[in-house]
């Protein structure tokens, strides 16, 4: 780790004559330098910090306090200093909330147990633990003093899959919260409705934005939760009814990492260096240069070769943006106000509802400058079969010439749409879906859910849960009938 002090990184914040560009590059650099230890990815480093008097972090003979580290990562959250993007679709693969004690005061204080127990669950699951049961254990001495009511405890006699499925009976029971069932990633020989926290998140649950801050979107139009816990205790049954049926679907969206620039380093190069003392004579170091020459050659035709490979990677996810448009029909003809309502319920089905700090019309303006950018892409996947061996070159070269001055700004209310994929239901409705959803699958609304669920139907008269979906035009109840709901059970 480098050297590091709190006055060197915080203290300029406080001054009149402030070099943003220098602090942002140290509290990058010291984000990266602190979150690459194996011991800030353990689960239960969290309590470690946020229990303490007093955290401090020592590299060497410089120190650091804690709190201190936490007004930089939330000053670097607020500049976007962390949501590194390559034109527009590439995300940087560290977690982008590595602090620990913001909030430390809220969690002990919280009243509702069931809720602080489920948001530390999901916020830390890219944790690592050796004991997956302690995903959940190292949690409980963070929700405050009503954490009894949830009757859980550490008991390491259990396998790991059944305090799981305990603890999702538990905040289900206690608290009726179905954002819990949004959270769950189908896994095999589990039940489907319960979440798996030895995995990182696949996706952004659709309940909450970028923000962390919950959607407001009602498919239940506010119906008051009915549900029970059946058979032994791997069936959940909740109330609700089906709306419609998946009848068509486009491919997923892959989340484009931008880890391999951290690979890139001279570290091979500098290895196969003729080594020269450094007091050797000048013609020495020149006829150590010359020998070197085609190693450095090499070398770099292995790089530019690597970073054009991995560059071209992201037409993959630009491909399957045109597929999804092409779905969704934006380019169809016809009246302007049909033309204008079709781009309407694309741009909300794909952010899912959420806008940019500047409002809806700003989203609409960056939305409309991000369709165009992938015209050349769109233009020459019409023609690709006739020039393949030109056609990633041409397709990439068109798009980033349209996306280097914007930016890829409309990325950043993409975030659900990764792992993802949009599908049209029988009704005509324009949906985002969970990646493994399939034709035939159901939508249904139950009560008190904020989000529509994907249900595959089984052979036992019971439904597998395959995630949320995010379907226009019932987003705020215009499809839930209270009087229709019937038992839905899930196993």
């Not at 940087?92 to 909330?97: G, K, L, R």
């Not at 899959?161 to 896994?187: C, H, N, T, W």
């Not at 109330?239 to 969206?253: Q, S, Y």
């Not at 448009?325 to 909300?348: N, Q, S, V």
Request: hydrophobic letters at 40%; a negative charge.
């Amino acid at each position: 780790m480098n050297n590091f002090t709190s006055k060197s990184v915080l203290r300029p914040l406080q001054t009149s004559q402030v070099n943003f560009k220098l602090i942002l590059h140290l509290i990058k650099q010291l984000k990266r330098d602190i979150t690459k230890r194996p011991w800030s990815t353990r689960v239960w480093a969290v309590q470690e910090v946020v229990l303490a008097r007093e955290a401090l972090i020592v590299s060497g003979s410089d120190t650091l306090p804690w709190n201190d580290y936490d007004a930089g990562i939330e000053f670097g959250k607020e500049t976007g200093v962390f949501e590194t993007s390559l034109i527009g679709y590439a995300r940087d693969p560290e977690p982008t909330f590595p602090n620990m004690t913001a909030q430390s005061e809220l969690i002990l204080s919280s009243q509702d147990s069931a809720a602080t127990l489920l948001g530390l669950l999901h916020r830390h699951r890219f944790r690592e633990a050796t004991n997956p049961a302690d995903k959940v254990y190292s949690m409980l001495g963070l929700v405050g003093k009503n954490i009894a009511d949830l009757e859980i405890g550490p008991d390491y006699t259990l396998p790991y899959q059944q305090v799981y499925r305990d603890v999702a009976r538990s905040i289900l029971i206690y608290r009726s919260i179905l954002d819990f069932v949004g959270m769950a990633e189908p896994i095999a020989d589990s039940s489907s409705w319960v979440p798996d926290w030895t995995r990182p998140p696949q996706t952004t649950p659709l309940t909450v934005n970028k923000a962390e801050l919950p959607l407001l979107t009602q498919a239940s139009r506010r119906a008051t939760p009915e549900l029970r816990i059946s058979g032994q205790g791997d069936v959940l049954i909740l109330k609700g009814h089906t709306i419609d049926r998946i009848v068509e679907n486009a491919g997923h969206l892959d989340l484009m990492l931008d880890d391999w620039f951290d690979e890139v380093h001279d570290s091979e190069f500098e290895a196969a260096q003729t080594k020269v003392p450094d007091d050797a004579p000048l013609s020495q170091n020149v006829s150590a240069f010359l020998q070197d020459v085609p190693e450095l050659l090499r070398y770099l035709g292995h790089r530019t070769h690597s970073a054009f490979h991995e560059l071209f990677r992201f037409l993959d996810p630009l491909e399957r943006f045109v597929e999804w448009g092409k779905l969704a029909r934006i380019h169809d003809k016809g009246p302007g106000r049909f033309k204008a309502d079709i781009l309407a319920a694309y741009l909300e089905v794909l952010t899912a509802g959420n806008d940019l700090p500047g409002g809806p019309e700003a989203t609409k303006l960056v939305f409309e400058e991000w369709l165009e950018s992938l015209a050349p892409i769109r233009n020459l996947l019409k023609v690709r079969s006739a020039i393949m061996k030109l056609y990633k070159t041409l397709a990439f070269a068109g798009h980033l010439r349209k996306t280097w001055q914007i930016y890829g700004k409309f990325g950043d209310v993409l975030d659900h749409a990764y792992n993802r994929r949009t599908g049209r239901t029988a009704q005509g409705r324009l949906a985002l879906l969970p990646r493994s959803a399939a034709v035939g699958d159901l939508v249904a609304v139950c009560k008190g859910g904020r989000v529509p669920l994907c249900l595959r139907p089984t052979d036992e008269l019971a439904f597998t849960l395959i995630g949320e979906a995010y379907v226009h035009g019932v987003m705020d109840g215009e499809a839930f009938d209270e009087e229709r709901c019937e038992a839905i059970p899930i196993r």
